[in-house]
T-cell receptor, first 114, second 115 residues
Framework: AQSVTQLGSHVSVSEGALVLLRCNYS??????LFWYVQYPNQGLQLLLKYTSAATLVKGINGFEAEFKKSETSFHLTKPSAHMSDAAEYFCAVSEGQNTDKLIFGTGTRLQVFP | NAGVTQTPKFQVLKTGQSMTLQCAQD?????MSWYRQDPGMGLRLIHY???????DQGEVPNGYNVSRSTTEDFPLRLLSAAPSQTSVYFCASSYSGRGHTGELFFGEGSRLTVL
């Protein structure tokens, strides 16, 4: 069964610092991988999606993620944090190649300090 | 566009009461699903539907029923509420077409407390 593990339930950075949120998946076949963001009191929205077309995936708001098969990782990064990036971030994997059923990680809450 | 609309946003129930969480989408999405979000556990899939008349169970279906009589609506029914069902519930839908697999659109959530 597919699963994802997010290391670190809370991450704190200063404004302008690098953001790195970690996600590892468990699968022998590269699946679809996703990062979603949840702002306070809102639903989740898609940040970016990996579909095997390219290992470096660019998303909205300056975020990007790199798929590394050798490390089974899909870490999310942003070069310079903004206060508005404070939110909870979820890594997710699809159950298969042709399904919308997603398995979500436990989430990482990002705090950005001035 | 309204997107995915969930009602109610907040609800308090007593143990044993029943209720229905409503979900409607106006994007003509074939795929719809219900997740629950609990602290430290992320989102867990309750039920999902790949089209009108077709539903299936997710990871945590016990205590919940669903139906899909139209493309637009996907209500979630709690038959006899229990304190363990205290959670935030999210409805999500997807176009599910070529190139859009897994791109879910979420509602704003329904916060349910069972006393």
């Amino acid at each position: 069964a597919q699963s994802v593990t997010q290391l670190g339930s809370h991450v704190s950075v200063s404004e302008g610092a690098l953001v790195l949120l970690r996600c590892n998946y468990s699968s022998s076949v590269p699946p679809y991988l996703f990062w979603y963001v949840q702002y306070p009191n809102q639903g989740l929205q898609l940040l970016l999606k990996y579909t095997s077309a390219a290992t470096l995936v660019k998303g909205i708001n300056g975020f990007e993620a790199e798929f590394k098969k050798s490390e089974t990782s899909f870490h999310l990064t942003k070069p310079s944090a903004h206060m508005s990036d404070a939110a909870e971030y979820f890594c997710a994997v699809s159950e298969g190649q042709n399904t919308d059923k997603l398995i979500f990680g436990t989430g990482t809450r990002l705090q950005v300090f001035p | 566009n309204a997107g995915v609309t969930q009602t109610p946003k907040f609800q308090v129930l007593k143990t044993g009461q029943s209720m229905t969480l409503q979900c409607a989408q106006d994007m003509n999405h074939e795929y719809m699903s219900w997740y629950r979000q609990d602290p430290g556990m992320g989102l867990r899939l309750i039920h999902y539907s790949v089209g009108a008349g077709i539903t299936d169970q997710g990871e945590v279906p016990n205590g919940y029923n669903v139906s899909r009589s139209t493309t637009e609506d996907f209500p979630l029914r709690l038959l006899s509420a229990a304190p363990s069902q205290t959670s935030v519930y999210f409805c999500a839908s997807s176009y599910s077409g070529r190139g859009h697999t897994g791109e879910l659109f979420f509602g704003e959530g329904s916060r349910l407390t069972v006393l």
